[in-house]
Protein backbone atom coordinates (compact mmCIF):
# COMPACT_ATOMS: atom_id res chain seq x y z
CA UNK A 1 0.00 0.00 0.00
CA UNK A 2 0.93 3.40 -0.66
CA UNK A 3 1.38 6.41 1.32
CA UNK A 4 -0.91 8.89 1.05
CA UNK A 5 -0.04 12.26 -0.42
CA UNK A 6 0.37 15.31 1.31
CA UNK A 7 2.20 18.45 0.28
CA UNK A 8 5.36 18.76 2.23
CA UNK A 9 4.77 21.81 3.55
CA UNK A 10 2.33 24.56 4.55
CA UNK A 11 2.67 28.66 6.06
CA UNK A 12 0.51 31.10 6.76
CA UNK A 13 0.45 34.19 9.43
CA UNK A 14 -1.38 34.37 12.68
CA UNK A 15 -4.73 34.48 12.32
CA UNK A 16 -5.21 32.90 9.37
CA UNK A 17 -6.70 30.18 8.00
CA UNK A 18 -4.71 27.52 6.38
CA UNK A 19 -5.97 23.95 5.08
CA UNK A 20 -3.51 20.60 4.34
CA UNK A 21 -4.32 18.28 1.68
CA UNK A 22 -4.66 14.15 2.18
CA UNK A 23 -5.29 12.56 -1.66
CA UNK A 24 -5.79 8.71 -1.65
CA UNK A 25 -7.40 6.18 -3.79
CA UNK A 26 -10.67 4.77 -3.83
CA UNK A 27 -9.50 1.80 -1.61
CA UNK A 28 -8.81 4.13 1.09
CA UNK A 29 -9.53 8.22 1.62
CA UNK A 30 -12.43 7.68 -0.85
CA UNK A 31 -14.12 4.36 0.02
CA UNK A 32 -14.37 4.96 3.81
CA UNK A 33 -15.05 7.60 6.50
CA UNK A 34 -12.22 6.43 8.63
CA UNK A 35 -9.82 9.98 7.95
CA UNK A 36 -8.28 10.63 11.23
CA UNK A 37 -5.45 13.24 11.64
CA UNK A 38 -2.66 14.09 13.91
CA UNK A 39 -0.94 16.79 15.02
CA UNK A 40 2.93 15.66 16.01
CA UNK A 41 5.43 18.42 17.97
CA UNK A 42 9.15 17.39 18.26
CA UNK A 43 10.06 15.06 20.12
CA UNK A 44 6.41 13.87 21.25
CA UNK A 45 3.91 11.27 20.20
CA UNK A 46 1.17 13.03 17.79
CA UNK A 47 -2.00 13.68 19.10
CA UNK A 48 -5.44 12.69 17.60
CA UNK A 49 -7.28 15.95 15.62
CA UNK A 50 -9.80 14.29 13.67
CA UNK A 51 -11.42 11.20 13.61
CA UNK A 52 -14.08 9.81 10.74
CA UNK A 53 -13.26 12.31 8.66
CA UNK A 54 -14.92 15.53 10.47
CA UNK A 55 -15.02 14.30 14.18
CA UNK A 56 -12.93 16.02 16.63
CA UNK A 57 -11.76 14.58 20.30
CA UNK A 58 -12.80 16.02 23.42
CA UNK A 59 -10.45 18.93 24.23
CA UNK A 60 -9.16 19.40 20.93
CA UNK A 61 -10.28 23.40 19.72
CA UNK A 62 -12.97 23.94 17.13
CA UNK A 63 -10.42 25.88 15.25
CA UNK A 64 -9.61 22.74 13.96
CA UNK A 65 -11.78 20.97 11.22
CA UNK A 66 -11.77 17.99 8.64
CA UNK A 67 -13.80 17.29 5.51
CA UNK A 68 -13.75 15.20 2.68
CA UNK A 69 -14.21 15.03 -1.29
CA UNK A 70 -13.83 12.25 -3.19
CA UNK A 71 -10.69 10.59 -2.71
CA UNK A 72 -9.12 13.68 -1.23
CA UNK A 73 -9.57 14.50 2.72
CA UNK A 74 -8.37 18.05 4.01
CA UNK A 75 -7.67 19.64 7.05
CA UNK A 76 -8.49 22.89 7.90
CA UNK A 77 -6.82 25.35 10.80
CA UNK A 78 -8.55 28.72 11.01
CA UNK A 79 -7.16 30.94 13.70
CA UNK A 80 -3.91 29.95 13.49
CA UNK A 81 -1.82 30.52 16.23
CA UNK A 82 1.83 30.20 17.25
CA UNK A 83 1.14 26.87 19.52
CA UNK A 84 -0.30 25.37 15.47
CA UNK A 85 3.32 25.33 14.53
CA UNK A 86 3.91 21.56 13.88
CA UNK A 87 3.81 18.65 11.69
CA UNK A 88 0.49 17.24 10.14
CA UNK A 89 -0.01 13.81 8.98
CA UNK A 90 -3.70 12.00 8.08
CA UNK A 91 -4.41 8.57 8.05
CA UNK A 92 -7.28 6.10 6.42
CA UNK A 93 -8.26 2.99 6.82
CA UNK A 94 -7.36 0.73 3.75
CA UNK A 95 -9.79 -2.24 2.19
CA UNK A 96 -8.19 -4.96 3.56
CA UNK A 97 -8.67 -3.44 7.25
CA UNK A 98 -5.23 -1.85 7.37
CA UNK A 99 -3.76 1.77 7.89
CA UNK A 100 -1.92 3.81 5.81
CA UNK A 101 -0.62 7.68 7.12
CA UNK A 102 0.15 10.46 4.66
CA UNK A 103 3.92 11.59 4.31
CA UNK A 104 3.18 14.27 6.82
CA UNK A 105 3.21 18.21 6.68
CA UNK A 106 5.22 20.57 7.96
CA UNK A 107 2.85 23.78 9.53
CA UNK A 108 5.01 26.74 9.70
CA UNK A 109 3.64 29.94 11.69
CA UNK A 110 5.29 33.17 10.15
CA UNK B 1 -6.05 7.04 33.91
CA UNK B 2 -5.80 5.44 30.64
CA UNK B 3 -2.92 4.77 29.36
CA UNK B 4 0.23 2.72 27.59
CA UNK B 5 3.36 2.16 29.02
CA UNK B 6 5.95 1.15 26.74
CA UNK B 7 9.84 -0.52 27.80
CA UNK B 8 12.86 1.29 27.17
CA UNK B 9 15.30 2.17 24.70
CA UNK B 10 17.24 -0.61 22.94
CA UNK B 11 20.19 -1.19 21.29
CA UNK B 12 20.59 -3.99 18.92
CA UNK B 13 23.20 -5.15 15.98
CA UNK B 14 21.95 -5.99 12.83
CA UNK B 15 20.20 -9.20 12.42
CA UNK B 16 19.29 -9.46 15.94
CA UNK B 17 15.50 -9.43 17.16
CA UNK B 18 14.13 -7.15 19.30
CA UNK B 19 10.93 -7.06 21.52
CA UNK B 20 9.00 -3.90 22.80
CA UNK B 21 6.47 -4.34 25.08
CA UNK B 22 3.32 -1.99 25.59
CA UNK B 23 1.10 -2.15 28.79
CA UNK B 24 -2.06 -0.80 29.22
CA UNK B 25 -3.82 0.56 32.05
CA UNK B 26 -6.59 2.34 32.73
CA UNK B 27 -9.29 0.16 30.16
CA UNK B 28 -10.46 -2.92 29.06
CA UNK B 29 -7.32 -4.17 27.76
CA UNK B 30 -9.67 -6.47 25.29
CA UNK B 31 -11.75 -3.81 24.41
CA UNK B 32 -9.77 -2.14 21.80
CA UNK B 33 -7.01 -3.02 19.17
CA UNK B 34 -3.53 -1.91 19.71
CA UNK B 35 -1.41 -0.80 17.05
CA UNK B 36 2.21 -0.54 16.37
CA UNK B 37 3.81 2.78 14.39
CA UNK B 38 6.89 3.38 14.14
CA UNK B 39 8.64 6.81 12.84
CA UNK B 40 12.69 6.85 11.58
CA UNK B 41 14.36 9.79 12.56
CA UNK B 42 12.88 12.87 10.68
CA UNK B 43 10.48 10.51 9.10
CA UNK B 44 6.82 10.22 9.09
CA UNK B 45 4.55 7.78 10.38
CA UNK B 46 4.52 4.20 9.36
CA UNK B 47 1.65 2.10 10.39
CA UNK B 48 2.96 -1.59 11.05
CA UNK B 49 -0.14 -3.51 12.42
CA UNK B 50 -2.43 -4.38 14.51
CA UNK B 51 -3.23 -6.59 17.31
CA UNK B 52 -6.75 -8.00 18.46
CA UNK B 53 -5.90 -8.07 22.57
CA UNK B 54 -9.17 -10.09 22.74
CA UNK B 55 -8.93 -12.79 19.89
CA UNK B 56 -5.43 -12.57 19.53
CA UNK B 57 -5.84 -11.46 15.66
CA UNK B 58 -2.95 -9.60 13.85
CA UNK B 59 -2.66 -7.94 10.72
CA UNK B 60 0.53 -6.99 9.54
CA UNK B 61 1.65 -4.51 6.55
CA UNK B 62 2.88 -6.17 3.74
CA UNK B 63 6.67 -4.83 4.47
CA UNK B 64 6.89 -6.75 7.49
CA UNK B 65 5.45 -10.23 7.11
CA UNK B 66 7.55 -12.90 8.00
CA UNK B 67 9.62 -10.41 10.55
CA UNK B 68 7.16 -8.82 12.58
CA UNK B 69 5.07 -11.12 15.16
CA UNK B 70 2.89 -8.97 17.45
CA UNK B 71 1.94 -11.28 20.14
CA UNK B 72 -0.55 -9.88 23.66
CA UNK B 73 -0.90 -11.37 27.25
CA UNK B 74 -3.90 -10.69 28.75
CA UNK B 75 -3.43 -11.38 31.99
CA UNK B 76 -0.67 -8.58 32.42
CA UNK B 77 -2.67 -5.77 29.94
CA UNK B 78 0.99 -6.06 27.90
CA UNK B 79 1.27 -6.29 24.21
CA UNK B 80 3.97 -6.91 22.45
CA UNK B 81 6.20 -6.40 18.92
CA UNK B 82 9.00 -8.69 18.30
CA UNK B 83 10.96 -7.53 15.34
CA UNK B 84 13.69 -9.86 13.90
CA UNK B 85 16.27 -9.65 11.57
CA UNK B 86 16.86 -5.86 12.46
CA UNK B 87 18.57 -3.75 9.92
CA UNK B 88 20.01 -0.61 9.92
CA UNK B 89 17.24 1.25 8.51
CA UNK B 90 14.73 -0.16 11.35
CA UNK B 91 16.19 2.24 13.67
CA UNK B 92 13.36 4.58 14.92
CA UNK B 93 11.26 5.43 17.40
CA UNK B 94 8.46 2.56 17.86
CA UNK B 95 5.04 3.66 19.11
CA UNK B 96 1.89 1.22 20.32
CA UNK B 97 -1.40 3.03 20.11
CA UNK B 98 -5.17 2.32 20.85
CA UNK B 99 -7.76 2.25 18.59
CA UNK B 100 -11.38 3.18 19.92
CA UNK B 101 -13.41 2.82 17.01
CA UNK B 102 -15.75 0.08 16.46
CA UNK B 103 -14.05 -1.96 13.90
CA UNK B 104 -10.88 -1.04 15.74
CA UNK B 105 -9.35 -0.51 12.60
CA UNK B 106 -10.63 2.91 11.92
CA UNK B 107 -7.10 4.42 12.06
CA UNK B 108 -7.92 6.97 14.84
CA UNK B 109 -5.64 6.60 17.73
CA UNK B 110 -7.09 7.89 20.61
CA UNK B 111 -4.13 6.88 22.85
CA UNK B 112 -0.80 6.75 22.53
CA UNK B 113 2.65 5.10 24.39
CA UNK B 114 5.79 7.33 25.01
CA UNK B 115 7.53 5.26 22.36
CA UNK B 116 10.53 3.06 22.49
CA UNK B 117 13.70 4.01 20.72
CA UNK B 118 15.36 1.43 18.76
CA UNK B 119 19.13 1.71 17.19
CA UNK B 120 20.15 -0.96 15.08
CA UNK B 121 24.41 -0.51 14.94
CA UNK B 122 27.27 -2.60 14.63
Known amino acids: QSALTQPASVSGSPGQSITISCTGTSSDVGGYNYVSWYQQHPGKAPKLMIYEVNNRPSGVSNRFSGSKSGNTASLTISGLQAEDEADYYCSSHTSNRKVVFGGGTKVTVL | Q ?81 LDRLRYDDTAVYYCARDPGISGTGGAFDIWGQGTMVTVFS
Open chain 2, 2 to 82: VQLVQSGAEVKKPGASVKVSCKASGYTFTGYFLHWVRQAPGQGLEWMGWINPDSGGTNYVQKFQGRVTMTRDTSNTTAYMD
